[in-house]
């Protein structure tokens, strides 16, 4: 799997955190600071409530498998 974490920056401590994307939207706890904070990715333009971030995931999930469909189809070819 790849992985599914993004950085944002802790609004209280300064600090860059790995946020889980599926907490998009929902209240994670820095680690450093203890501050409660919502996740949101900056580097979305929109930002995403809890229902297009499942249909980001699942835009993500169709680019990888379509990337592991055509290197799979590749070595077929180059097998046979
Ligand atoms: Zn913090």
Do not use: W
């Not at 599926?22 to 929109?46: N, T």
């Not at 297009?52 to 993500?60: E, G, H, K, Q, T």
């Amino acid at each position: 799997m790849a992985a599914t974490y993004y950085v944002q920056e802790c609004p209280t401590c300064g600090r860059n955190l790995q946020v889980r994307v599926e907490y998009l939207g929902k209240r994670v706890v820095c680690q450093h600071c203890k501050a409660k904070f919502e996740a949101c990715d900056p580097s979305s333009a929109a930002y995403p409530p809890s229902e297009s971030s499942l249909s980001l995931l699942a835009r993500a999930d169709q680019l990888i498998e379509s990337a592991t469909r055509s290197s799979l189809s590749t070595i077929t070819r180059s097998a046979i």
